[in-house]
């Protein structure tokens, strides 16, 4: 059985940072694409941030880059996701998720369907 645990969200104020991580079990985590997805109050869900399955490609949305970095150990099947200069619109629930491929190239691989979700957990930014 597949699961897909995130922890390390809080509260913390503008200009601060929080790093995030995810582990997953019951897959073989370096066959998988593992990308952040948030969604805040009233809005859609979005994505973040993705990682090829290897770490040698990373992928963001441009509303966080500079600020974000997306990590992954394969040997200890977790991935994180370390915030800096964090903004009051980063406020939201911050899920990971899991997508079986290799695909490294340009287009960002997780863009389609995901295959597996975590509950995800609550990042709130005070101004």
């Known amino acids: 059985q597949v699961q897909v645990v995130e922890s390390g969200g809080g509260l913390v104020q503008a200009g601060g940072s929080l790093t995030l991580s995810c582990t997953a079990s019951?897959?073989?985590?370096?066959?998988?694409?593992m990308g952040w997805f948030r969604q805040a109050p009233g809005k859609e869900r979005e994505g973040v941030s993705c990682i090829n399955w290897s770490g040698g490609r990373t992928y963001y949305r441009a509303s966080v880059k500079g600020r974000f970095t997306i990590s992954r150990d394969n040997a200890k099947n977790t991935l994180y996701l370390q915030m800096n200069s964090l903004k009051p619109e980063d406020t939201a629930t911050y899920s990971c998720?899991?997508?079986?491929?290799?695909?490294?190239?340009?287009?960002?691989?997780?863009?389609?369907?995901?295959?597996?979700w975590g509950k995800g957990t609550l990042v709130t930014i005070s101004s």
């Open positions: 019951g897959l073989a985590f370096d066959d998988y694409a």
């Open positions: 998720a899991a997508v079986r491929t290799y695909y490294s190239g340009e287009h960002d691989p997780c863009g389609g369907d995901m295959d597996y």
